[in-house]
């Protein structure tokens, strides 16, 4: 069974940084596209980004050149680096792993605000 745990969300100023891990358990991790996408109040899930297992990264137009999503397969997790954070970034961050089916984590807030 497929267990994805998000950790490294929480409260942070506009312009700053997080960092998202997802710890996963219960598939090969190493021949899954992981990803992250998000949730914001009253809005539909959207994708953040995705990581395919041979490392090809595709991104939403709004996070290119601030976000970067890695992976290492050692450790199962994968990671999501936020910088240049805004309001508009708040959302509720869920991991997702994809072979055909797809897997999601619980979900963690993040909250820009000043």
């Known amino acids: 069974q497929v267990q994805l745990v998000e950790s490294g969300g929480g409260l942070v100023q506009p312009g700053g940084s997080l960092r998202l891990s997802c710890a996963a358990s219960?598939?090969?991790?190493?021949?899954?596209?992981m990803g992250w996408f998000r949730q914001a109040p009253g809005k539909q899930r959207e994708l953040v980004a995705i990581?395919?297992?041979?490392?090809?990264?595709n991104y939403a137009d709004s996070m290119k050149g601030r976000f970067t999503i890695s992976r290492d397969n050692n450790k199962s997790t994968v990671y999501l680096q936020m910088n240049s954070l805004k309001p508009e970034d708040t959302a509720v961050y869920f991991c997702?792993?994809?072979?055909?089916?797809?897997?999601w984590g619980q979900g963690t807030q993040v909250t820009v605000s000043s």
């Open positions: 990581i395919t297992s041979g490392g090809t990264t």
């Open positions: 997702y792993a994809s072979r055909g089916s797809a897997s």
């Open positions: 219960g598939i090969i991790f190493s021949i899954y596209t």
